[in-house]
């Protein structure tokens, strides 16, 4: 039985959603019906079409087994994505040995977030989301592809990714990974050495040389921050084969398992007797079974957006009180940094996703009979792959938790609830991050301080001037005021002050990376200064509670909002670093609690 509470969500969802959702799957319908166009193309057309695909233009000009298209968000600046320049060439082979053929339709835009973390292109980070969304469209827009397969992994690209294949929901979409990077320095221990330069207690050399130990070589960051969270999402949500999220980059079950995504892409589309379009594997139930992955795994607050931005794309209609009721009956199973000190790979070797899916299930946490690219139920993705004499198998995985520091039964977790809260009162409403807040950390009762750039926190800390219990306020951080950039180069200085025994938030309008959670921060505040919100009202000195015990963001002090609201000078934000081209994006964006999304609902 599945539990009531996630049932009841459920319900809620799928009757909230039917205006949007019938019309989206009728849609998906015309377009499977009238199929790819290949067939009504002109011979110029067609010619155009297959013009540069060597030896496989006779088979696309007259074969039947299908064509494969492959998006891809390659690039040598993300190390999770470097491993994507072998795939084509590895897809068109498997799929040129099983009758069919496949093309790369497009290429979408992919940045780092830790490389423009705290810099002005952070202010491009989340409309990216919708250019990848808006490329996918473009790929795929040649109408001649009986399936696709997408290569992505980090934090804007999957949901980007995933908003653009539910345009094409009448294709069967299959999700390959490139897994993680092999462990290096310590993810805790990189975060210490952080803290020391920031207190100005090591030089640069040193933070350089821990930075390269960390980040070492091809493949995912291995905290659970946003890019593993997607990929813990595409299991959970049935578009990754089962298993195959963190098998490191550039080895031989790696690749079996790219192949066979491939294979397993084309063998789902129309032509055969197995269609599964990702217009039928997402529906509400597979939205609900990833929140519970959310929540069970302590993964990243930029989901909270994200998942809300990619269900919409399908005609489905999430909001936060969904994210917060699951919330409070999913246990968090899983400790993986920041919430721990398990890196993703500990994780993996300690049973990884097959065993969280397992033991939810066992729980009645999950829906269990989901469609997935690997078939019907979802007890497929207690499987884990191995590769015997050559041959790609799916086994029973251990069953039960290698590690219980890592990961533990839904029956005897690390704690009851899941890892994200919703906070709510007259501030406004925001999300945190609570796994890897200690219990002692997670009400703040304190003065704050306000600030309208993080720069300008950075000096006053650089200053000496925080020196008693403070919660910082940066605002005008929001979608519409500057692309609402990740804060995370706040998170070694506040982690300063809270290791010196003051009592410290934060509250912001922005957001945090999905690697940061140690120190209580409530953050994608609703509505932002921008549009008038209460946090726009707040002055130096004012009380605020932070309350993730109880739900609670409230403002103490009499008075306040009976001011006259802060403005900002937003003009800096508007130009350099290509963000001149995004003003329409900043015009057009819906609130955080919306998804942050130009698309409309």
């Known amino acids: 039985m599945v539990n009531s509470v996630i049932t009841d969500v459920t319900q809620r969802i799928i009757a909230r959603s039917a205006d949007l959702r019938g019309p989206h799957l009728e849609r998906m319908e015309q377009a499977r019906s009238k199929g790819p166009a290949r067939a009504h193309l002109s011979c110029s057309g067609q010619a155009h079409a297959y013009a540069g695909a060597g030896d496989d233009q006779q088979s696309m000009a007259t074969g039947t087994a299908g064509n494969l298209g492959i998006v891809t968000a390659y690039n040598d600046m993300l190390s999770a994505h470097q491993p994507f320049e072998r795939y084509p060439g590895l897809i068109r082979d498997a799929i040129r040995a099983a009758g069919g053929t496949a093309q790369v339709a497009g290429g979408v835009p992919a940045m780092c977030d830790g490389v423009t973390q705290g810099e002005a292109g952070m202010e491009l980070s989340l409309f990216s989301r919708d250019v990848i969304a808006l490329a996918t469209g473009v790929a795929l827009s040649h109408n001649t592809y009986d399936a696709a397969v997408f290569l992505g992994v980090c934090d804007k690209i999957v949901p980007g990714l995933v908003i653009g294949a539910q345009a094409f929901g009448h294709l069967p979409a299959v999700f390959l990974p490139a897994g993680p990077m092999i462990s290096g320095l310590p993810n805790d221990e990189k975060a210490k050495i952080r803290q020391k330069f920031a207190a100005g207690e090591i030089n640069r050399a040193e933070l350089m040389a821990a930075e390269m130990a960390a980040y070492h070589g091809p493949g995912t960051c291995t905290f659970y921050g946003t890019a593993n969270t997607n990929q813990m999402l595409m299991e959970f949500m049935g578009l990754h084969l089962p298993g195959s999220s963190?098998?490191?980059?550039?080895?031989?079950?790696?690749?079996?398992?790219?192949?066979?995504?491939?294979?397993?892409?084309?063998?789902?589309?129309?032509?055969?007797?197995?269609?599964?379009?990702?217009?039928?594997?997402?529906?509400?139930?597979?939205?609900?079974?990833?929140?519970?992955?959310?929540?069970?795994?302590?993964?990243?607050?930029?989901?909270?957006?994200?998942?809300?931005?990619?269900?919409?794309?399908?005609?489905?209609?999430?909001?936060?009180?969904?994210?917060?009721?699951?919330?409070?009956?999913?246990?968090?199973?899983?400790?993986?940094?920041?919430?721990?000190?398990?890196?993703?790979?500990?994780?993996?070797?300690?049973?990884?996703?097959?065993?969280?899916?397992?033991?939810?299930?066992?729980?009645?946490?999950?829906?269990?009979?989901?469609?997935?690219?690997?078939?019907?139920?979802?007890?497929?993705?207690?499987?884990?792959?191995?590769?015997?004499?050559?041959?790609?198998?799916?086994?029973?995985?251990?069953?039960?938790?290698?590690?219980?520091?890592?990961?533990?039964?839904?029956?005897?977790?690390?704690?009851?609830?899941?890892?994200?809260?919703?906070?709510?009162?007259?501030?406004?409403?925001?999300?945190?991050?609570?796994?890897?807040?200690?219990?002692?950390?997670?009400?703040?009762?304190?003065?704050?301080?306000?600030?309208?750039?993080?720069?300008?926190?950075?000096?006053?800390?650089?200053?000496?001037?925080?020196?008693?219990?403070?919660?910082?306020?940066?605002?005008?951080?929001?979608?519409?005021?500057?692309?609402?950039?990740?804060?995370?180069?706040?998170?070694?200085?506040?982690?300063?002050?809270?290791?010196?025994?003051?009592?410290?938030?934060?509250?912001?309008?922005?957001?945090?990376?999905?690697?940061?959670?140690?120190?209580?921060?409530?953050?994608?505040?609703?509505?932002?200064?921008?549009?008038?919100?209460?946090?726009?009202?707040?002055?130096?000195?004012?009380?605020?509670?932070?309350?993730?015990?109880?739900?609670?963001?409230?403002?103490?002090?009499?008075?306040?909002?009976?001011?006259?609201?802060?403005?900002?000078?937003?003009?800096?934000?508007?130009?350099?670093?290509?963000?001149?081209?995004?003003?329409?994006?900043?015009?057009?964006?819906?609130?955080?609690?919306?998804?942050?999304?130009?698309?409309?609902?």
């Open 246 to 601: 963190f098998v490191n980059p550039n080895t031989p079950l790696r690749d079996a398992l790219t192949e066979e995504g491939a294979r397993r892409a084309l063998s789902l589309s129309a032509l055969g007797n197995n269609y599964a379009p990702v217009c039928q594997i997402l529906d509400e139930r597979a939205f609900v079974n990833g929140i519970v992955g959310l929540m069970a795994t302590g993964g990243s607050t930029n989901l909270l957006i994200h998942l809300i931005a990619m269900a919409r794309a399908g005609g489905i209609v999430l909001d936060w009180q969904d994210f917060s009721e699951i919330s409070a009956v999913v246990p968090l199973v899983a400790r993986v940094y920041p919430n721990g000190l398990a890196d993703v790979n500990h994780f993996h070797a300690a049973g990884g996703l097959g065993y969280c899916i397992g033991t939810l299930l066992e729980d009645g946490l999950l829906h269990p009979d989901t469609l997935t690219v690997a078939g019907q139920g979802l007890h497929n993705y207690t499987k884990e792959p191995k590769l015997k004499d050559g041959d790609l198998t799916w086994e029973d995985g251990a069953g039960h938790s290698l590690n219980d520091k890592i990961l533990r039964p839904a029956k005897d977790p690390f704690q009851p609830t899941g890892g994200l809260s919703r906070l709510s009162g007259n501030l406004g409403t925001g999300v945190m991050k609570v796994s890897a807040v200690a219990p002692e950390h997670q009400v703040v009762e304190a003065p704050v301080r306000v600030f309208q750039t993080q720069d300008a926190v950075k000096a006053a800390f650089k200053a000496g001037e925080f020196t008693d219990d403070v919660i910082v306020v940066v605002r005008f951080q929001g979608p519409k005021a500057n692309g609402m950039p990740e804060l995370h180069s706040l998170t070694p200085m506040l982690s300063i002050l809270q290791g010196r025994g003051q009592k410290v938030a934060l509250v912001t309008d922005g957001r945090m990376s999905g690697a940061s959670g140690k120190v209580p921060a409530a953050i994608h505040i609703c509505p932002e200064a921008l549009d008038g919100g209460a946090i726009a009202y707040l002055q130096d000195g004012d009380i605020l509670r932070v309350d993730a015990v109880n739900g609670a963001l409230e403002i103490l002090t009499p008075g306040v909002l009976d001011r006259t609201p802060a403005t900002a000078d937003l003009s800096a934000n508007q130009h350099g670093v290509g963000r001149d081209l995004f003003g329409a994006f900043r015009n057009a964006v819906g609130t955080a609690d919306t998804g942050a999304s130009i698309f409309g609902v």
